[in-house]
């Protein structure tokens, strides 16, 4: 009998760490795991970066948690360099991807109510999406296999069944569409770009309609991608943007960002949480936004970014019938695998090189953005080892 305490929510894989420095863990039997998962993206600076860990103890023997009653400095100072480093004039802080993209909706749909239009609640979404896990974020990502059980979804989301295809998103809008919302890149439906090209149509379209446009850039920003928002590779803004998992490089935080147009119905009242934005928080979340930020930073992820694809490239090429193509954007990697991808993963977890799933059975190898190329050829001759251990599907 599974004798755990906890939800069997997760297929966890039977690995305990007990510490972490830069791109590397360290199990509790002492084992070292080259760590190209970043907890999901997550570990932007990495393990225990030095910086970090001075500033959360510093922030730790001050104070922790005084509650939105107040005001608190540390997330004024946070809201001010986001705002600066974005398109946005306004930030809600909350702790996770799912809670931005909550307030993202509730941002746009408000924004119509204000307008006068409060028909206008009805969200364009796409097939392969993926938003979080509340119920209102699953209706938005509009996964069956995730819904299944959970009782009535909410209504209000209407899902385009192929990306691209914009001549389905016109059809879609009606007089009750407020908002198109849209992962610039999609990550867990598998590292799927979604072009400039029909991100400016989009744009176009929200604006001929008077509609708004969200990014849901929870895996994409704070320079995942070679940009500090990968929105900026096509030049196209959005009015709402939902941020979270690499900000607190490995503290939860989350963060809804918007125009003051955008955010003009989010009146005192109408949106609130306990814990979003604390001391300690955005104390870290400061210290990751003005590392990432700079401009030598930036380009260190996509220097790494292209060495990466290129040496993944090469690596592909010897192992067909195992592996099959190579994509993504600065260090949002993904391999799309012709053996299924947990296969991959488990020879991989035997080479000690971690990585993650993803949907169309690709693995995201997604590093620490402190990643060094010396740490790129480590993780490349591991993942050449691991392919290599796998019987191939042969050509027919
Ligand atoms: C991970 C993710 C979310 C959900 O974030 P949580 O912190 O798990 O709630 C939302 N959107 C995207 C694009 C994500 O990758």
């Known amino acids: 009998m599974d004798r755990s305490p906890l939800y069997d929510t997760f297929a966890r894989a039977p690995l305990a760490f007990a510490r972490g420095e830069g791109c590397w863990l360290e199990t ?28 959360l103890s510093d922030q730790a023997g001050k104070l922790w948690h005084v509650s939105n009653l107040f005001r608190i400095p540390e997330q004024e100072k946070l809201g001010q360099l986001l705002c ?4 946005a004039d306004k930030v809600f802080f909350g702790n996770s991807g799912a809670e931005a993209v909550e307030c993202a909706i509730k941002t746009a749909r408000r924004y119509h109510f204000v307008s006068g239009h409060p028909e206008r609640r009805r969200i364009i979404t796409f097939a392969g999406a993926f938003h979080g896990r509340t119920l209102a974020a699953l209706a938005a990502t509009g996964n069956a296999k995730y819904l299944e059980g959970f009782g009535p979804t909410p209504d209000g989301f209407d899902q385009i069944p192929v990306v ?5 998103v016109e059809a879609a809008i009606g007089p009750e569409t407020a908002a198109i919302l849209i992962e610039p890149i999609q990550g867990e439906g598998g590292v799927r770009l979604i072009g400039g090209p029909f991100l400016r149509e989009l744009r176009a379209l929200a604006d001929r309609h008077g ?22 590779w096509s030049g196209v803004t959005p009015d709402i943007m939902a941020v979270a998992k690499g900000i607190g490089s490995g503290f939860p935080l989350g ?17 609130g949480s306990t814990f979003g934005g604390n001391p300690l928080a955005c104390a870290v979340g400061a ?18 970014g292209l060495y990466f694809k290129q040496r993944l490239a090469g ?14 954007e ?7 695998c012709v053996l299924p991808v947990g296969d991959v993963i488990a020879a991989m977890r035997g080479e000690k090189l971690l990585g993650v799933a993803a949907g169309d059975n690709v693995v995201r190898l997604i590093p620490p953005l402190i990643v060094t190329e010396t740490e790129i050829d480590e993780a490349i001759a591991r993942f050449d080892k691991a392919l290599a251990a796998l019987t191939p599907v042969r050509a027919g």
């Open 28 to 55: 509790t039997d002492g084992d070292r795991y080259l760590d190209f998962s970043s907890g999901v993206a997550v570990n932007s600076l990495g393990h225990a970066h030095p910086k970090l860990v001075e500033v």
């Open 84 to 87: 600066d480093a974005s398109f």
């Open 164 to 168: 691209d295809d914009l001549k389905a």
């Open 211 to 232: 509609l708004l446009l969200i990014f849901d850039e929870v895996q994409t920003g704070i320079g995942r991608t070679g940009k500090f928002f990968a929105h900026e």
């Open 255 to 271: 963060a809804c960002l918007a125009t003051a147009e955008a955010a003009k119905g989010m009146t005192a009242g109408t949106h």
């Open 287 to 304: 210290a990751v936004v003005e590392t990432v930020g700079a401009p030598e930073f930036l380009d260190h992820v996509r220097r790494m």
């Open 315 to 328: 690596i592909v090429d010897a192992h067909p019938g195992v592996v099959s193509e190579v994509r993504g």
């Open 330 to 336: 600065g260090l949002l990697v993904g391999v799309r």
